[in-house]
């Protein structure tokens, strides 16, 4: 008996049957979340008046002269090679391109030099500095024009886009220390220590720990430094009187005289002096919004 018994194989449960489906209730809103019309309605409106404008700009410059229609069929590209070739929109564009990309650069490595002495470094009068640094924003560069087309024509750079460069630099320089700053103190000062331990020097650390850090940031001050001296148009006015010198939003002027206004030619001018900004700041919008929001968070 105790051997059948211990031989005995014990029964297996039989599987639970499983539940049956319930329905699952809907969860109830809450009482902040308001309902998707009361977004989408003025999001739909901003993006109307956004958007009309850019269309009625590429209306009057692929339509064909003279016409009324509302749709540009057929299209042409007669006011594009008119504002190209006749107009020298050429010259104006490479000139454009110089000015943004020297003052880019000369914005970028002044406000690094700058942005990490105010960021690493204590002084007696860096409070005020940082207090005139703002204070700057608030000085229009209309105010300076006679002082800096002085210093300009005893530097004999007057027409030269050398000083446009200079300006657009300086214009920008108070700002994008600023930022640069910000940056460089969100970066732990205890990596630049554990890299002087390891053998680099101030210089040395600086540009194998912080530097790759500070891309984001370099970025956004970048591209604020490009488009404030691609769009700007005073400095260019003033300190340039050469035609084969001047820019793109000066050319845009020269299609406007007092009697009448090219509207085509001067369309087809528009679109190709935001084409390029729009392409960059396409490709960089990733790190742009990287480097925008770099400040708001401690890390």
Same mark, same amino acid.
């Given at each position: 008996? *105790?051997? /059948?018994?211990?031989?005995? =194989?014990a029964p297996v449960p039989a599987p639970p049957h499983p539940a049956p489906d319930r329905p699952r209730r809907r969860r109830s809103r809450a009482w902040d979340e308001a309902p998707r019309w009361q977004i989408y309605v003025p999001l739909s409106v901003y993006l109307l008046f956004t958007l009309v404008p850019f269309y009625w700009i590429l209306l009057f410059a692929l339509r064909?002269?003279?016409?009324?229609?509302? =749709?540009?069929?057929?299209?042409?590209? /007669?006011?594009?090679? !008119?504002?190209?070739?006749?107009?020298?929109?050429?010259?104006?564009? &490479?000139?454009?391109?110089?000015?943004? =990309?020297?003052?880019?650069?000369?914005?970028?490595?002044?406000?690094?030099?700058?942005?990490?002495?105010?960021?690493?470094? /204590?002084?007696?009068? !860096?409070?005020?500095?940082? *207090?005139?640094?703002?204070?700057?924003?608030?000085?229009?560069?209309?105010?300076?024009?006679? @002082?800096?087309? &002085?210093?300009?024509? /005893?530097?004999?750079?007057?027409?030269?886009?050398?000083?446009?460069?200079?300006?657009?630099?300086?214009?920008?320089?108070?700002?994008?220390?600023?930022?640069?700053?910000?940056?460089?103190?969100?970066?732990?000062? #205890?990596?630049?220590?554990?890299?002087?331990? %390891?053998?680099?020097?101030?210089?040395?650390?600086?540009? *194998?720990?912080? $530097?790759?850090?500070?891309? @984001?940031?370099?970025?956004?001050?970048? #591209?604020?430094?490009?488009?404030?001296?691609?769009?700007?148009? +005073?400095?260019?006015?003033?300190?340039?009187?050469? &035609?084969? !010198?001047?820019?793109?939003?000066?050319? +845009?002027?020269? $299609?406007?005289?007092?009697?009448?206004? %090219?509207?085509?030619? +001067?369309?087809?001018?528009?679109?190709?002096?935001?084409?390029?900004?729009?392409?960059?700041?396409?490709?960089? &919008?990733?790190? $742009? *919004?990287?480097?925008?929001?770099?400040?708001?968070? !401690?890390?």
């Amino acid at each position: 008996m *105790i051997i /059948e018994e211990v031989t005995r =194989v014990a029964p297996v449960p039989a599987p639970p049957h499983p539940a049956p489906d319930r329905p699952r209730r809907r969860r109830s809103r809450a009482w902040d979340e308001a309902p998707r019309w009361q977004i989408y309605v003025p999001l739909s409106v901003y993006l109307l008046f956004t958007l009309v404008p850019f269309y009625w700009i590429l209306l009057f410059a692929l339509r064909r002269p003279g016409s009324t229609s509302l =749709v540009p069929w057929p299209v042409t590209f /007669e006011h594009f090679e !008119k504002v190209w070739n006749e107009r020298e929109f050429g010259v104006y564009f &490479q000139n454009s391109v110089l000015t943004g =990309v020297a003052t880019l650069l000369l914005t970028t490595l002044v406000a690094l030099a700058g942005g990490y002495a105010l960021a690493r470094f /204590e002084f007696r009068i !860096k409070r005020g500095f940082m *207090i005139a640094l703002l204070c700057t924003q608030f000085v229009p560069g209309a105010l300076l024009l006679v @002082p800096l087309f &002085q210093i300009f024509a /005893e530097l004999r750079m007057i027409n030269s886009l050398a000083s446009v460069i200079i300006a657009e630099t300086v214009f920008q320089l108070p700002l994008s220390m600023i930022l640069i700053s910000g940056f460089i103190r969100n970066v732990p000062y #205890s990596l630049e220590e554990a890299a002087w331990v %390891d053998g680099c020097n101030r210089f040395t650390g600086f540009r *194998i720990v912080v $530097l790759p850090l500070l891309r @984001p940031g370099l970025i956004a001050v970048g #591209s604020f430094a490009f488009v404030h001296a691609w769009n700007h148009f +005073l400095f260019a006015l003033m300190f340039l009187s050469d &035609q084969s !010198k001047q820019t793109i939003p000066v050319g +845009l002027n020269t $299609l406007m005289s007092a009697d009448s206004v %090219d509207l085509g030619a +001067l369309a087809a001018g528009g679109i190709i002096a935001a084409v390029p900004v729009v392409i960059v700041f396409a490709f960089i &919008q990733k790190w $742009l *919004i990287t480097g925008f929001s770099a400040g708001a968070v !401690k890390g």
